[in-house]
């Protein structure tokens, strides 16, 4: 029989730990900064509610559009959206730091997406002239970025005047990006609100910057 010792012993670790991890994640908060490489296999974990199938759905990448991924990390994404795409389709995968640009190039020569260009840039600069993109997105990266609207602004510049921007938070990413504030800081920008899938604490949402003033459809 467990002495009640032990149990307010084990209590007492459980609390510290999960005070220790929420002042981590607190810490990272407020440094964002992206996931680093040496931590890239806790990336890879299967994600329920924003899943590749639902990016698919709201992204709705086309054969021979010329696409945009910012901060494809490993490339959980990347290759589903690549074979979307094919057989004429582009897509840039950009990533502040060469390790996982690296990771994703070899990963793509394995799994056989040729059409894939994995390039080392920073979000808040991107490395392309105006209106490049039929399609940007972006998933539990926003958040990472030090400068948020300015990456925001970029990826208005790089978009087709009739492009589409699509965006996926999911908690308990500590750099996690609330809906509402997301969608009043796009629509500064001109692009409308068009669709938006998941819940509170997981979704993935599109703007269209080709609309304006049109009813969105929202699945909770």
């Given amino acids: 029989m467990v002495s009640r010792r032990t149990v307010r012993a ?3 670790l459980l609390g510290l730990t999960l005070l220790a991890g929420l002042g981590y994640a607190l810490r990272w908060r407020s440094n964002p900064s992206p996931c680093p490489y040496a931590q890239r296999h806790a ?9 590749r199938s639902r990016l698919r759905d709201v992204l709705k990448p086309q054969p021979g559009e010329r696409l945009l991924e910012v901060g494809p990390g490993t490339g959980y994404y990347t290759g589903m959206v690549a074979r979307a795409i094919e057989p004429s389709g582009r897509l ?9 640009v690296e990771h994703v190039r070899t990963r793509m020569r394995q799994e056989g997406n040729p059409n894939v260009e994995p390039i080392r840039g920073d979000a808040r600069s991107l490395p392309y002239p105006d209106d490049t993109f039929d399609a940007a997105y972006l998933v539990l990266v ?5 400068d948020q609207e300015r990456a925001l602004d970029e990826l208005e510049r790089v978009l087709k005047p009739d492009g589409r921007l699509v965006i996926g ?3 308990p990413d500590p750099h996690f990006v609330g809906f509402e504030g997301l969608r009043r800081r796009v629509e500064r920008r001109g692009l409308a609100f068009d669709a938006r899938v998941g819940t509170r604490v997981g979704y993935f949402t599109r703007f269209d910057a080709g ?10």
């Fill in 169 to 171: 938070e999911s908690l």
């Fill in 92 to 100: 840039h995968a950009v990533d502040v730091q060469s390790e996982m």
């Fill in 211 to 220: 609309i304006s003033d049109r009813s969105a459809d929202s699945v909770e």
């Fill in 43 to 51: 990336i890879n974990f299967p994600r329920p509610v924003i899943t």
């Fill in 142 to 146: 926003l958040g990472e970025i030090p």
């Fill in 10 to 12: 084990i209590a007492a």
